[in-house]
């Protein structure tokens, strides 16, 4: 069961907000990338949607180099565990944050049932949830979760869709994740922490992009783009597979 952070009390006007983080976003990888020198390619940018350059894995990674196409709060939830059809995920039932796109992610992604190959490097991770709408806190039935990420040894698939998917939550908006905890890349003059970057749409909503993110992981604390509300806490499954969960709210479309 994942750990239980404390809500915000604070009452939120949800456009503004998220045009606000959205331009904080932006504005902080435009920041990074000058301090960085900005040629290297590795730096995350919100929606730029390119491949980026040759980067460098961090520690406890796996090795490898980056390929050239290479909590509970308010927004979203850790502790649901697939829950039942219409609980809401929060008192609050608040819109999950969004997060920067990074230059990684590919369109077209097949469906996919796991991202997980059998033989495949890294620690197995399971995450499990489910999908709401901010309007009413209902389970959404038709959504979908385009989900990328880095291997084991932080490269990303730009050849093919290796860790790259679309999964189908059932009718309770419930859904089961499986993959591994991907590796760190350098990212300008820094490593950025683990993390899986997801779309999630639902009809009648509006599109979220978004990252989650690990409790514990060492680069947390120095990364520009991380938000709380994204951290999942870690548990032990089975034959060293770790578990977590995460439920997305979706806000309804204008």
Known sequence: MAKKHKKSKKLRTRVPRRTFLRASSALGASLLWTACGGDDGTLEQAGSGQSGTTGTTGPGSGGGAQSSTSATGPGATTGASGGTGGRPPTPECA???????????????PDKTSLYEAGMPGTRLTISGQVFGLDGCEALAGAVLDVWQADDAAVYDGAGYKLRGKLHPDADGKYVLETIIPGHYLNGAQYRPAHVHVKASAPGHVLLTTQLY???DPYNDIDPFIKPELIMTLSDGPNGEKLATFDFVLAPSP
């Open 95 to 109: 819109e999950t944050e969004d997060n920067i796109e990074g230059p990684f992610y590919k369109a077209g992604a």
């Open 214 to 216: 690990f409790e514990g």
